[in-house]
Each structure stands twice: as C-alpha cells, then as structure tokens.
C-alpha cells in the first residue's frame, strides 16, 4: 500500500527556520515525483514545486521560487519542504503528494505550520 | 487568481444532481493536457476522484463522473448524499511560466 506520512505540526516564529519531512513507503521511491502544495486558512490548494528522488531534479512554481527549497534523499525515502526565513503568511497546511500518470494520486496527511510571535 | 476557474460553490438537494465546471486555456486543458478532480472533506487531504478525465479509481463511486472538451472539465455528481459535502478541485499541467501542476481555486459543494 502506498504512504505518504509528514512530519507533525509546528509552530514557529517569524525568522525561524524549519524543514518538514514526507516518508513515503509502499512503493520504488526514487522512481516517482514527489509534489508539495500549501493550502492557507480557509483557501485552495497551491502548488509549490516537484522534485524527482531518483536524480534529485527539481521544479519550483514561480510564486515560490526562492522561498523555499524542495530536497529528497531517496535512501531513506524522504522528501522535504524547507524555509530559511519564516514569515507570518507561511502559516498553512503542507502537503507532500506522489504523481504518477493518474496526477498526484497520492496524499500525506498535511503538516500544519505556524508562524506566530 | 487560479489559473483553472472553478465556481466558488454549488449545492443541490439529496438525489439530485449537480455539475462542476472548471475551465481553463489554451496552454493547459486545451492544450491536451489531462484533468484530475479531487475531493477534500473537512479536516482531511484531497483525496483523488477522477483521474485522466474520466475514470474513478477504485472505491469511488459511479455517481462521480468527469467529463472533457476544449478547454474546459466538469465533474458530476448524481444521487447526491449528504456525505458528498466536501471542497472539489480540478487540476491539470500547463506550459507556460514552467507550473507543472495547477489547479482551480476550489468548489464548495453544499447538500441542502
């Protein structure tokens, strides 16, 4: 069976740095891309960018190039979603999703970050 | 702005039918490019609804049908029940501005 399991909930200041995972078992990891999508309070569903564990090769969406930074280290069949910088409107819900020629077919449960003073 | 526009809400009575359409443009659901749907329950991730335009996964049920033409999707749903109130979302691929996935801003599906 396919999973996708992220890291739990955080809570962050402004300024702070932060890495959230997304394991996923039950298939050839590095054979998949892994996409990331944000969901803000109460808002739709975002795309953020798409790695490829296999060679590591990446693709950012324009609105978060440079925001963020997308990493996978396919031995231990994880990818990750990190920030240097938070910022108050990073607060949202992550989540990591598999594609596969059916689109992202497959979910992780969300992570929910927070950045507040 | 989302780049496939979806009407922000639609709602029907149990055992009617109601329609979500998503449209799009020439460099994404007009360019050939497959449309997925997906369902978000309260609290949950997506969940994956139809896929490559037409087909249900396995579990989904046959009141959920997707339909494709031009540049435009539409998601069915018939014999509405009162668990189908959810968020729906198409997504597709598009080729400008390198966005590999996008998708529309969302359908608020209301069973009076």
């Known amino acids: 069976e396919v999973q996708l399991v992220q890291s739990g909930a955080e809570v962050k200041e402004p300024g702070e740095s932060l890495k959230i995972s997304c394991k996923g078992s039950?298939?050839?990891?590095?054979?998949?891309?892994i996409g990331w999508v944000r969901q803000m309070p109460g808002k739709g569903l975002e795309w953020m960018g798409i790695i490829y564990p296999g060679d590591s090769d990446t693709r950012y969406s324009p609105s978060f190039q440079g925001q963020v930074t997308i990493s996978a280290d396919k031995s231990i069949s994880t990818a990750y979603l990190q920030w240097t910088s938070l910022k108050a409107s990073d607060t949202a819900i992550y989540y990591c999703?598999?594609?596969?020629?059916?689109?992202?077919?497959?979910w992780g449960q969300g992570t929910l970050v927070t950045v507040s003073s | 702005q989302s780049v496939l526009t979806q009407p922000p809400s639609v709602s029907g009575a149990p055992g009617q039918m109601v329609t979500i359409s998503c449209t799009g443009s020439s460099s994404n659901i007009g360019a050939g490019y497959n449309v997925h749907w997906f369902q978000q329950l309260p609290g949950t991730a997506p969940k994956l609804l139809i896929y490559r335009n037409t087909n249900r996964p396995s579990g989904v049920p046959d009141r959920f049908s997707g339909s494709k033409s031009g540049t435009s999707a539409s998601l069915a749903i018939s014999g509405l029940q009162a668990e189908d109130e959810a968020d729906y979302y198409c997504q597709s691929y598009d080729s400008s501005l390198s966005d590999y996935w996008v998708f529309g801003g969302g359908t608020k599906l209301t069973v009076l």
């Open positions: 999703a598999r594609s596969d020629t059916r689109g992202p077919a497959y």
């Open positions: 039950g298939y050839s990891f590095d054979t998949y891309w």
